[in-house]
């Protein structure tokens, strides 16, 4: 980042997925039941409970809220951000397609909509050329659904023990001379426009807000950028970037994994302040 100001804001840009928030397969409660956190439930799809915090980092959250901008930062779309119900104040920025969607008040910011899709027109192939190959590539054996999300990038899910090896390795070297990045995180393959970036939207927003203290966290590839753009960043214990040992000056690992990273990232960010 720049230089600092020390009367501006300190801004926190946080993934959510995996890094504060956890689905029940992610929790990974491996302590005995009767020690186990207590939970808050912060998003129901389809009238079931899908994603949880702990209740200490609830609280904690709320208190980030009150101290920080704190600016939610996800590869989600806004629909699918739309679900989700934090502790604390409602945020008044978050990030959503992975830097496509600046929201100021819930609403996208249309100017910064503009300049991305620009950079994208100019420095990119189209979507539908990549989706194409993307699906023409994929084998009905293994790929369970095929998504765009916002009309900015495209993913797979997949059955990854049916994903054949070396195909995600062949696709990202088609598409990186097109100005697009291909990763394998969890049961999806996303393939995404290589200046669609959480980062160029976090670096946005501590502009807007004076150009102070960022911190920031993240577990998977699709947030290595956002935590090269803060000042400090943390990344938990699991995820694909644990699993590629990736780490960079300022990022401290956690040692944590699952739902007790998320109480941790939290923890850290308050330390911070």
């Known amino acids: 980042m720049s230089t600092l100001r020390a009367d501006a804001p300190a801004v926190v840009a946080s993934d959510l997925d995996r890094t504060l928030i956890y689905s029940s397969g992610a929790l990974g409660l491996t302590m005995p039941d009767p020690v186990a956190p207590r939970l808050l439930c912060v998003e129901v799809y389809e009238g079931r409970p899908l994603s949880y915090v702990t209740e200490d980092a609830a609280g904690m959250l709320a208190e980030l809220a009150r101290r920080a901008v704190f600016v939610p930062t996800t590869t989600r779309t806004r629909e699918q951000y739309g679900r989700i119900?934090?502790?604390?104040?409602?945020?008044?920025?978050?990030?959503?397609?992975?830097?496509?969607?600046?929201?100021?008040?819930?609403?996208?910011?249309?100017?910064?909509?503009?300049?991305?899709?620009?950079?994208?027109?100019?420095?990119?192939?189209?979507?539908?050329?990549?989706?194409?190959?993307?699906?023409?590539?994929?084998?009905?054996?293994?790929?369970?659904?095929?998504?765009?999300?916002?009309?900015?990038?495209?993913?797979?899910?997949?059955?990854?023990?049916?994903?054949?090896?070396?195909?995600?390795?062949?696709?990202?070297?088609?598409?990186?001379?097109?100005?697009?990045?291909?990763?394998?995180?969890?049961?999806?393959?996303?393939?995404?426009?290589?200046?669609?970036?959480?980062?160029?939207?976090?670096?946005?927003?501590?502009?807007?807000?004076?150009?102070?203290?960022?911190?920031?966290?993240?577990?998977?590839?699709?947030?290595?950028?956002?935590?090269?753009?803060?000042d400090r960043g943390w990344r938990p214990g699991h995820g694909e970037l644990a699993d590629e040992g990736w780490t960079a000056p300022g990022v401290t690992v956690l040692a944590e994994r699952g739902v007790l990273a998320g109480e941790a990232v939290v923890r850290a960010f308050l330390g911070a302040l």
């Open 85 to 230: 119900r934090l502790p604390g104040p409602a945020p008044e920025y978050a990030i959503c397609a992975n830097g496509g969607h600046l929201l100021v008040d819930g609403v996208s910011d249309p100017q910064w909509r503009a300049g991305v899709q620009a950079r994208l027109d100019a420095e990119c192939a189209p979507l539908g050329e990549v989706r194409e190959r993307m699906v023409a590539a994929a084998d009905a054996a293994w790929l369970l659904k095929e998504r765009v999300a916002e009309d900015l990038f495209a993913y797979l899910v997949v059955d990854r023990a049916k994903l054949p090896e070396g195909w995600v390795k062949e696709l990202g070297e088609w598409a990186d001379g097109l100005g697009w990045t291909v990763s394998l995180q969890g049961r999806k393959v996303y393939a995404v426009p290589k200046p669609l970036t959480k980062g160029a939207a976090v670096r946005e927003v501590v502009r807007r807000v004076g150009g102070g203290l960022a911190l920031g966290a993240g577990d998977s590839l699709l947030d290595a950028d956002l935590l090269t753009a803060v």
